[in-house]
């Protein structure tokens, strides 16, 4: 077959076709397009059948699952078997999963397209999903990263088709046995029936793995989903989580529950921000320590190895290392640059709908909100463990990008990637800190230097100071209004102070630079990604989002709720106040904007009731927000009403209620976990996980001063689910998106006073 029938077989759309003929057109773009096969890791086990490099089925029936995404406790493992259990027809009790390794076969392709920005020199050719530049970036590049929301929109098809290929071939082995044709045969509950005949998949799989799959795939009429009825709520779940028992035992595996033979450990030290380069120590003060392995040096930290972690530990604090560079980073002088921002830096526009200038040429009213630098603060710190044996190396790791993390180390001690074995461990904890891989890099040099397998585990307050923070956010909002309408929006403009967060991620993930390096070459960029959600949700025909780009002098990242936990803060914060110029319940405000939009006006509509919402009064302590997250078709809503008030301590949050639409829920059960864990984790960026940088060190340094919320601090919690056949979205950012404004809110109902800043008090009274 010659190439142009080659390229006429691959489905291209008028625009791909256009984006061959701009990089050359003709046989090179044809060869760059070929098929190209990416091998399956997971590799059969003796008594066991591959099928399609998604799963096995072994002679006792046991399904194991390949996982290519990492678990951090957000129940992806359970979610994605629990889809190809189900379409395969698996008795759920017999379901075993392996965490996958990066591949090809793998690829992440919606987050390839969605980050196409910070990876693509022409991101507009690369942003959709069918795109095939965005599928061969990723998959060549075994692009097998977890975030964004986007594991069920990248696996749940290819597990689908899977596991309908495989139920196929079960058939038709059951069949031919039977002589009957395959498909009258029924597949579930890990057997093959035909009337009274049963045949298990174990007795099946050798002559299944023989028989060719129909093509397509023959997938069940309905795709895996569940009630999310309340009733449904109170029962056993019928997809329980397969790690629980493992996590409630202590024997599930963690990045620092890795133990090989003859393993020693390492702790670290970092310079102070500012000053990132070591310049001596007091190698004399360890001159005898009993236990200690050796020190290594590095240009940009001293780390000491010891047969146990405390030793090594007390090695740094006894060597006292000092470190060089510009100047000590104070947070509160470069936070004022935010501030500043507005006078000084010209705003780049990344989204205009209407004519936002032309009516707010004169804004009716005008606010500013902050937000300050949060932290992760995971329960498990940075932990990696590396062993390097005649010129290859093995790597243990939690990693939300395993390969990008495989490179990355492969290229701190000089070696071929290929040479890299990644082993891919759980997280105790992310929140999106394990897509750095600082500590990648430093386990695989401390490993080649000290000849012995190494356990690096970075000490709380280092973790604190190394892992990049979530930005801060300086937010100036415009609105006009209809003439007589009751304080009606026609206009609506966000101005946002802050880094160029999202490009300066990119250059760390994807071009392995260092922290500073990443904020030079991105400052001054606007970033549309970082400003991501500030669009508001409502009806509003004049819409202008504009990034005025500010350079900090310490690194910023992703955090959980990403750009949604900030500008959700901003939106509606400002529309409750908006609500109150007009003289207008604020539930009723927003509705009367919500005409166009039912599943969010459901959302709101329910939450409402849920939580017997009485027009927002002041002295009531109700507060109300809403958030959306996605494309405003397929993505999720939310709406919370929050009961608060101010009591001792600070801020008392007694009650959360909130309607969810994510379209078809897959597991019940992970859900209502995930909205709950994200609206407390939204609380505890209210009311505290900020910090400050003084002398280039954070303040504070352990997880006792963030003002995080203890269990008695844990408000009740009521949720909803709204049923839906839209497509199924991730809800583990909804939470986080909707509780600080909703609270924030609150407390006015209860105080009278307006908190503007996250955490809230930090103004004080």
């Known amino acids: 077959m010659d190439w142009r029938a080659q390229l006429d077989r691959l489905l291209v759309t008028r625009r791909?076709?256009?984006?061959?003929?701009?990089?050359?057109g003709g046989l090179a773009v044809a060869w760059w397009l070929w098929p190209r096969s990416y091998p399956s890791p997971l590799r059969p086990a003796p008594g066991e059948q591959g099928f399609g490099g998604w799963l096995t089925i072994g002679s006792?029936?046991?399904?194991?699952?390949?996982?290519?995404?990492?678990?951090?406790?957000?129940?992806?493992?359970?979610?994605?078997?629990?889809?190809?259990?189900?379409?395969?027809?698996?008795?759920?009790?017999?379901?075993?999963?392996?965490?996958?390794?990066?591949?090809?076969?793998?690829?992440?392709?919606?987050?390839?397209?969605?980050w196409a920005p910070l990876w693509s020199n022409i991101p507009a050719l690369a942003d959709d999903p069918d795109s095939l530049l965005a599928e061969r970036f990723a998959r060549d590049n075994a692009f097998c990263v977890t975030a964004d929301g986007t594991s069920l929109a990248a696996y749940e098809a290819p597990l689908r088709e899977a596991a309908a290929s495989a139920r196929s071939m079960l058939a038709m082995a059951a069949a031919e046995r039977w002589g009957i044709d395959w498909e009258e045969c029924e597949v579930a509950a890990g057997q093959v029936r035909h009337g009274e005949q049963r045949l298990g998949f174990g007795e099946l799989a050798?002559?299944?793995?023989?028989?060719?799959?129909p093509e397509p795939a023959p997938l069940r009429v309905e795709p895996p989903a569940e009630d999310p009825s309340p009733a449904e709520a109170e029962l056993a779940p019928e997809f329980p989580r397969l790690d629980l028992p493992s996590k409630v035992d202590g024997s599930f595996l963690f990045a620092g529950d890795v133990r090989l033979p003859g393993m020693v450990y390492a702790s670290i030290r970092h310079g102070p921000l500012g000053k990132p380069e070591l310049s001596a120590f007091d190698a004399e003060a360890i001159a005898g320590l009993k236990g200690l392995v050796g020190v290594v040096r590095s240009k940009r930290y001293l780390a000491?190895?010891?047969?146990?972690?405390?030793?090594?530990?007390?090695?740094?604090?006894?060597?006292?290392?000092?470190?060089?560079?510009a100047a000590t980073v104070e947070s509160a002088p470069a936070l004022e640059a935010l501030d500043d921002a507005f006078d000084q830096v010209a705003p780049e526009r990344v989204h205009e709908q209407g004519d936002p200038d032309g009516q707010l040429e004169r804004a009716d009213y005008t606010q500013t909100y902050s937000v300050a630098p949060a932290v992760h603060a995971t329960i498990e710190t940075a932990s990696a463990t590396a062993r390097?044996?005649?010129?290859?190396?093995?790597?243990?790791i939690a990693a939300q990008a395993p390969e990008l993390t495989r490179r990355a180390a492969a290229k701190a001690i000089g070696i071929a990637a290929q040479d890299v074995v990644l082993y891919p461990t759980a997280a105790g904890g992310s929140f999106d800190a394990r897509l750095e891989r600082r500590h990648a890099i430093e386990v695989a040099q401390i490993a080649k230097e000290i000849g012995q397998p190494v356990q690096l585990t970075w000490p709380r307050a280092q973790e604190m100071q190394s892992m990049p923070v979530r930005t801060p956010v300086t937010a100036r909002l415009d609105a006009g209004f209809l003439p007589a309408s009751g304080g009606r929006i026609a206009a609506w403009r966000a101005q946002l102070a802050m880094p160029s967060t999202m490009r300066e991620f990119g250059q760390r993930l994807f071009d392995n630079k260092t922290a500073e390096a990443a904020i030079g070459h991105v400052a001054g960029e606007a970033d549309p990604l970082a400003c991501e959600g500030a669009v508001p949700p409502y009806a509003i025909e004049h819409v202008a989002i504009e990034h005025l780009p500010v350079a900090l002098p310490f690194p910023t990242g992703r955090l959980r709720g990403n750009s949604a936990a900030y500008t959700a803060f901003f939106t509606e914060s400002f529309i409750d106040e908006l609500?109150?110029?007009?003289?207008?319940?604020?539930?009723?405000?927003?509705?009367?904007?919500?005409?166009?939009?039912?599943?969010?006006?459901?959302?709101?509509?329910?939450?409402?009731r849920l939580a017997n919402w009485d027009g927002g009064r002041r002295g009531t302590g109700q507060g109300l927000a809403m958030a959306r997250i996605g494309a405003p078709d397929t993505g999720g809503r939310i709406a919370c009403v929050a009961q608060a008030a101010l009591g001792e301590g600070g801020v008392r949050v007694t009650?959360?209620?909130?309607?969810?639409?994510?379209?078809?829920?897959?597991?019940?059960d992970i859900a209502r976990q995930q909205i709950e864990g994200g609206l407390i984790f939204g609380l505890s960026l209210a009311t505290g996980s900020s910090l400050a940088y003084e002398n280039g060190k954070p303040v504070p340094q352990r997880l006792a001063g963030l003002s995080l919320p203890t269990l008695a601090d844990c408000p009740e919690i009521v949720i909803e689910f709204l049923a839906?056949?839209?497509?199924p979205f991730d809800p583990g950012e909804l939470g986080v998106a909707v509780a600080p404004p909703a609270i924030a809110n609150a407390l006015y109902s209860a105080t009278g006073v307006r908190f503007r800043r996250l955490p809230l008090l930090s103004e004080g009274l």
Request: charged fraction near 25%; glycine fraction near 8%; aromatic fraction near 8%.
């Open 388 to 396: 390097y044996d005649d010129g290859k190396l093995e790597l243990w």
């Open 60 to 114: 006792d029936g046991v399904v194991t699952v390949a996982i290519p995404q990492l678990e951090m406790g957000q129940g992806v493992t359970t979610v994605l078997a629990q889809v190809l259990a189900i379409e395969l027809g698996a008795d759920w009790r017999q379901v075993a999963v392996e965490p996958a390794p990066p591949t090809g076969l793998y690829a992440n392709i919606p987050l390839a397209a969605k």
């Open 304 to 325: 000491a190895v010891a047969e146990s972690w405390w030793i090594a530990e007390r090695a740094l604090s006894a060597m006292k290392p000092r470190f060089i560079g």
């Open 579 to 608: 609500a109150e110029r007009a003289g207008r319940d604020p539930f009723l405000y927003r509705m009367e904007m919500l005409g166009r939009m039912p599943r969010m006006a459901d959302c709101l509509r329910r939450a409402t």
């Open 206 to 213: 050798e002559e299944a793995a023989s028989f060719e799959p």
């Open 724 to 727: 839906s056949d839209a497509p």
């Open 655 to 668: 009650r959360l209620h909130a309607a969810v639409d994510i379209g078809r829920v897959v597991n019940h």
């Open 16 to 24: 791909q076709v256009f984006v061959g003929a701009a990089l050359g």
